[in-house]
C-alpha cells in the first residue's frame, strides 16, 4: 500500500536545501515538506536558550500538522543545541546535521582543517568533542560568520553578491596562526554549500570544502529502507512567517522540488 507520509526537512532558512538535493538524490520517490523558519530568522546569533525553547515547540506542532514518517533538522546550530530534546520529544527518527570534522580530517594532507559555521556553532562543546575525536592530531581552526548566512540567502533570491565578501568571510580562517596551510574546511552551517563555489573562487589558495548533506541522506535512506511510498510524491515549501518571495526564488525552490509554497 502506498504511505503518503512525507520527510519533513527543517532549517532556519534556505540552507536545508543542501540537504534535501543528495537526500532527493537517493529518494526520488519521497514526498518532502521543507520548512523554512523564517520567523525566528537567524539562529547563528541567537542565545542557546532561544534555540533549546524555540525548535522543540516549533517542530512540535510541524509534527503534528504534517504527520511524517521522519525529521531531518537540517540546521547545525539547532542540531547542536536542539537535537536531543527533540528526540526526547517526538515519537518518530530524527536526524540531525553533525558539522563534517571527520572526514575533513580524514582529507587533509596539511593537518589543518577550518570549521566554518555560525557563531552559535563554532562555540559549542559538540565542537570540541568532534575535533578531539576525529581531528586530535590537526590543527582545527573555527570561525563564524552570520554575514555568509545572509549572502546564501541572497544567492537563492536571485540577488548579486560581491566576491570581496566571501573573500572577506574565508580571512576570519585563512589570517589565523596556521590559515596559510588550512588545505580543507568543513561548512558547519547548512547554507554554505550553497555558496561553496563562491567560496572557493575567493579563497586565497587552494581549499577543498566538506559538508555533511551526502552523509545525512544515506542516513535518511538507511532509515527509511523497506518502507512504502507514496504514490504521487509531492514537495512542499513551508514557511513560518508571512514572506514576499522573488519570483526567482519561487523558482528555485520549485526546481529543487519543492513546487508549492505555503506559510504555516
Same mark, same amino acid.
Given at each position: 500500500?502506498?504511505?503518503?507520509?512525507?520527510? @519533513?526537512?527543517?532549517?532556519?532558512?534556505?540552507?536545508? *536545501?543542501? &540537504?534535501? +538535493?543528495?537526500?532527493?538524490?537517493?529518494? $526520488?520517490? /519521497?514526498?518532502?515538506?521543507?520548512?523554512a523558519d523564517n520567523g525566528g530568522f537567524p539562529y547563528g546569533t541567537k542565545?542557546?536558550?532561544?534555540?533549546?525553547?524555540?525548535?522543540?515547540?516549533?517542530?512540535?506542532?510541524?509534527?503534528?500538522?504534517?504527520?511524517?514518517?521522519l525529521v531531518v533538522i537540517a540546521c547545525n546550530t539547532a542540531s547542536t543545541i536542539a @537535537?536531543?530534546?527533540?528526540?526526547?520529544?517526538?515519537? *518518530?527518527? &530524527?536526524? +540531525?546535521?553533525?558539522?563534517?570534522?571527520? $572526514?575533513? /580530517?580524514?582529507?587533509?594532507?596539511?593537518?589543518?582543517?577550518g570549521v566554518l559555521g555560525t557563531d552559535a556553532t563554532v562555540r559549542q562543546p559538540y565542537v570540541d568533542d568532534l575535533s578531539a575525536r576525529f581531528a586530535a592530531d590537526c590543527t582545527v581552526l573555527r570561525?563564524?560568520?552570520?554575514?555568509?548566512?545572509?549572502?546564501?540567502?541572497?544567492?537563492?533570491r536571485g540577488e548579486a553578491t560581491d566576491r570581496e565578501e566571501y573573500r572577506a568571510v574565508l580571512a576570519g580562517l585563512t589570517d589565523q596562526a596556521g590559515g596559510e596551510r588550512m588545505d580543507i574546511a568543513v561548512l558547519a552551517c547548512t547554507h554554505f554549500p550553497l555558496v561553496?563555489?563562491?567560496?572557493?573562487?575567493?579563497?586565497?589558495?587552494?581549499?577543498?570544502?566538506?559538508?555533511?548533506?551526502?552523509?545525512?541522506?544515506?542516513?535518511?535512506?538507511?532509515?527509511?529502507?523497506?518502507?512504502?511510498?507514496?504514490?504521487?510524491?509531492?514537495?512542499q515549501a513551508i514557511f513560518t512567517a508571512p514572506v514576499d518571495l522573488p519570483d526567482a526564488f519561487v523558482d528555485e525552490l520549485a526546481r529543487r522540488g519543492l513546487p508549492s509554497v505555503a506559510t504555516l
Open positions: 500500500m502506498a504511505d503518503d507520509r512525507p520527510i @519533513l526537512m527543517f532549517d532556519s532558512g534556505v540552507g536545508g *536545501l543542501s &540537504v534535501l +538535493g543528495p537526500t532527493r538524490e537517493l529518494l $526520488p520517490q /519521497a514526498s518532502y515538506v521543507y520548512v542565545t542557546e536558550a532561544e534555540i533549546a525553547a524555540r525548535v522543540p515547540a516549533l517542530l512540535g506542532r510541524l509534527v503534528e500538522r504534517y504527520r511524517p514518517r @537535537l536531543a530534546a527533540v528526540r526526547a520529544a517526538l515519537d *518518530l527518527p &530524527v536526524v +540531525g546535521t553533525v558539522p563534517a570534522i571527520k $572526514p575533513a /580530517a580524514e582529507q587533509s594532507k596539511n593537518r589543518v582543517i570561525h563564524g560568520s552570520a554575514r555568509l548566512v545572509e549572502l546564501a540567502e541572497a544567492k537563492l561553496a563555489d563562491e567560496l572557493a573562487a575567493a579563497a586565497p589558495h587552494p581549499i577543498a570544502f566538506v559538508d555533511g548533506g551526502p552523509g545525512i541522506a544515506r542516513r535518511v535512506a538507511y532509515l527509511t529502507q523497506g518502507q512504502e511510498w507514496p504514490a504521487h510524491p509531492i514537495g
